[in-house]
């Protein structure tokens, strides 16, 4: 049998929400900074990530999430706080060069990362913060601390 999609904390996924901001869907990768399943018998989740792409900047989210549908490659989520849902998945370079490439050229950076030959995770961790280590060093920093999901 397959296994369920599932969100591991200090890890970068695809973002797509419906609807966006606009009339238009909304794409962002997300790094998760943690996972609380609320235990309420209600598939409700809170998830700590930071939204890359957030209109005013990169911004860091608290939200309670239900979870709609879990399959193997995908995760399907009502936003309860508004009419929205949104659809994470794993990040790769063809969501990236399909949905992000605009937004991080946009981001002002003087010239972004090759797109090949590196992990999309520690891409990801260069390019916003400086340190493509940074995701290994958070999970190792929360594994010290006792962290646990």
Known sequence: MTEKFKLEPFTWYAWQMLPGYTDEFYYSPIYVQKVTPLKTG???LKVEFINAFYASGVKGFELEMKVLKR?????ILDLLYDQRAAII?????????KHGLLMLE???RDKVPKLS??????????FFTGNPQH???????????GYST
């Open 42 to 44: 209600k598939n409700l």
């Open 71 to 75: 399959e193997h490659r995908y995760m």
């Open 89 to 97: 998945t794993d990040i790769n370079y063809q969501w990236i060069q």
């Open 106 to 108: 946009k981001e002002g």
């Open 117 to 126: 030959g590196e992990n999309v995770q520690e891409f990801l961790s260069a």
């Open 135 to 145: 995701h290994i060093e958070d999970r190792r920093a929360a594994d010290a601390s």
